[in-house]
C-alpha cells in the first residue's frame, strides 16, 4: 500500500512539473490561453549589425511579436552566406550587393531587400602620415599602395567590408592579388570588424570600416575618419529570406518587420543619444543610390 502511494505520488510530480515546463516555454494569446513556442528561427547576420549593437535591440522586439525564439548568428558576409547555401540558417542580414544577388540567382534566396544603409570610411591615425585627408577614396589607396609607408589593415575575411575593400583597389587599377603580396604594410587581419579597428589603433595604421561599427568603437581607439566621401563607400544591408527556411512564414516576417515604420523609425533612431548620430539610416527596401 505505502509502494502503491509512492507511485501516485511521483506521477503527479511529474505531471506537474511537465505542466510548469509547458508554460515556461509557451505564452498567453488574448484568451489566456498557453502557445506553444514557435521553433527556434535562426539569423545569420553580418559582424557590424551585431558589433553595433542593433540586433541586441531588434531581437527581443522580433521574438515578443511574433513569439519565436531568434538565434542570430554573427560573421563575415562571406561567411553569412555559406551558412545560408548550406541551409544552416533562415534568413540573412548581410552587405555584400553582388554575393547577395548570386545568392538569390543561384535559388537559395527569394529576394534580396534593402532594408538600411550608412558608409563606409577609411580610417587612420590623426596626424595622417600618409597625407591622404580628403583624396577619393581611389586616389587613398592608390597613394597607401606606391608609398608603402604607412600600414593598412585589411579585414582579408571575405566579408562584405574586405568585398568592398577589393572593389577599391580594382577602381584604382590594382590586381588585388598584386596589393595582398605588395609587402609588410598590408596585413589581414582575418577577423571581424571591432578587433580590426582594435589592431589598427594599436599599430597606428589605416584601415577601411563601415561607419556604424567605427562610431560604436571610437572611444575605444585612436583612429580618426580620414576619407568619407565617394560614391563606391556606399553601404547597403539587405534581408534575405532563404528559400530552404524551416518556416518560410516566419522568413517573410522577419523581412516584413525590419521594413516596417516602426521598426524603420528604431534603426534611424539608433545611435543618436549616444553618439549624437544614427550608426543606420533606413530604406525600407529601397536601394539608394548615393
Request: aromatic residues 12%; charged residues 20%.
Amino acid at each position: 500500500m505505502k509502494k502503491f502511494a509512492f507511485y501516485i505520488l511521483t506521477i503527479a510530480m511529474i505531471v506537474s512539473i511537465a505542466g510548469t515546463c509547458f508554460a515556461c516555454s509557451s505564452s498567453e494569446d488574448q484568451s489566456g490561453q498557453l502557445l506553444p513556442k514557435e521553433e527556434r528561427f535562426r539569423v545569420a547576420t553580418t559582424t557590424s549589425l551585431y558589433d553595433t549593437g542593433l540586433w541586441s535591440l531588434l531581437e527581443p522586439l522580433f521574438e515578443e511579436e511574433y513569439n519565436v525564439e531568434l538565434d542570430v548568428l554573427y560573421a563575415g558576409t562571406g561567411i553569412a552566406i555559406e551558412y545560408g547555401e548550406n541551409g544552416d540558417v533562415d534568413a540573412l542580414t548581410v552587405h555584400d550587393k553582388a554575393k547577395e544577388e548570386k545568392f538569390v540567382a543561384d535559388g537559395y534566396g527569394v529576394e534580396r531587400v534593402p532594408f538600411a544603409y550608412n558608409y563606409f570610411l577609411i580610417v587612420g591615425p590623426e596626424d595622417d602620415p600618409a597625407g591622404i585627408m580628403d583624396m577619393t577614396p581611389e586616389e587613398a589607396f592608390t597613394t597607401l599602395a606606391e608609398e608603402q609607408s604607412s600600414s593598412f589593415v585589411s579585414r582579408g575575411d571575405n566579408s562584405g567590408t574586405h568585398s568592398k575593400e577589393k572593389a577599391i583597389w580594382v577602381a584604382a587599377g590594382y590586381n588585388y592579388s598584386d596589393i595582398e603580396s605588395s609587402g609588410s604594410w598590408y596585413i589581414e587581419a582575418g577577423t571581424g570588424m571591432g578587433p580590426t579597428l582594435a589592431m589598427a589603433s594599436e599599430k597606428q595604421a589605416y584601415t577601411l570600416t563601415d561607419m556604424g561599427t567605427y562610431l560604436a568603437y571610437k572611444g575605444d581607439i585612436d583612429l580618426v575618419p580620414i576619407v568619407e566621401s565617394g560614391s563606391i563607400l556606399l553601404n547597403v544591408y539587405s534581408v534575405i529570406a532563404c528559400t530552404e527556411a524551416t518556416s518560410p512564414e516566419m522568413a517573410q516576417n522577419l523581412v516584413d518587420f525590419l521594413t516596417s515604420d516602426e521598426i524603420q523609425q528604431k534603426i534611424g533612431d539608433y545611435g543618436t543619444d549616444e553618439y549624437g548620430e544614427s550608426l543606420f539610416i533606413p530604406c525600407a527596401g529601397n536601394e539608394p543610390t548615393n
